[in-house]
């Protein structure tokens, strides 16, 4: 980070040899290959790590299922189509930082469950990432009603 601004991330997979690098304005990459959010996933389901919340009815969406439960394994997923958005009840940056990024750069978004920007030096709240920002938007509807 710089100046509270997200501009390099990096996610190590050891058990895939996958490495996942964004750098700000420069793209999301995996072990080298520019990575875009993946195109048509209005069928894959809505994910939360938040094991309270599996099983949880997104007005008008869905039901919220389980993630991989790791967010250096979540955004991943997210980038590549596995998931049509992702849910958290907490917002550490030591958890979310890389992967927010790495979204960024693949075009997706995130923000906060109110709706807000993800500001990576706060610690409380909750987070919603998805692969634009209509989906965000109708997310965070849909957990607000």
């Given at each position: 980070m710089?100046?509270?601004?997200?501009?390099?991330?990096?996610?190590?997979?050891?058990?895939?040899?996958?490495?996942?690098?964004?750098?700000?304005?420069?793209?999301?990459?995996?072990?080298?290959?520019?990575?875009?959010?993946a195109?048509?996933?209005?069928?894959?389901?809505?994910?939360?790590?938040?094991?309270?919340?599996?099983?949880?009815?997104?007005?008008?969406?869905?039901t919220?299922?389980?993630?991989?439960?790791?967010?250096?394994?979540?955004?991943?997923?997210?980038?590549?189509g596995?998931?049509?958005?992702?849910?958290?009840?907490?917002?550490?940056?030591?958890?979310?930082?890389p992967?927010?990024?790495?979204?960024?750069?693949?075009?997706?978004?995130?923000?906060?469950?109110?709706?807000?920007?993800?500001?990576?030096?706060?610690?409380?709240?909750?987070?919603?990432?998805?692969?634009d920002?209509?989906?965000?938007?109708?997310?965070?509807?849909?957990?607000?009603?």
């Amino acid at each position: 980070m710089r100046a509270g601004e997200v501009v390099r991330g990096w996610i190590w997979q050891p058990q895939h040899e996958a490495a996942y690098v964004a750098e700000r304005g420069a793209g999301a990459y995996r072990n080298g290959e520019r990575l875009a959010m993946a195109d048509g996933v209005d069928t894959a389901p809505y994910r939360t790590a938040r094991r309270q919340w599996v099983g949880r009815h997104l007005a008008g969406l869905g039901t919220l299922e389980l993630s991989w439960a790791c967010c250096g394994v979540d955004y991943p997923h997210l980038v590549a189509g596995d998931a049509r958005a992702l849910v958290y009840n907490h917002s550490k940056p030591w958890d979310h930082v890389p992967g927010s990024l790495l979204v960024a750069e693949a075009g997706g978004w995130i923000g906060t469950i109110r709706g807000g920007a993800f500001d990576p030096q706060q610690l409380g709240g909750g987070l919603v990432s998805a692969p634009d920002r209509a989906t965000y938007d109708a997310v965070v509807g849909a957990l607000a009603a």
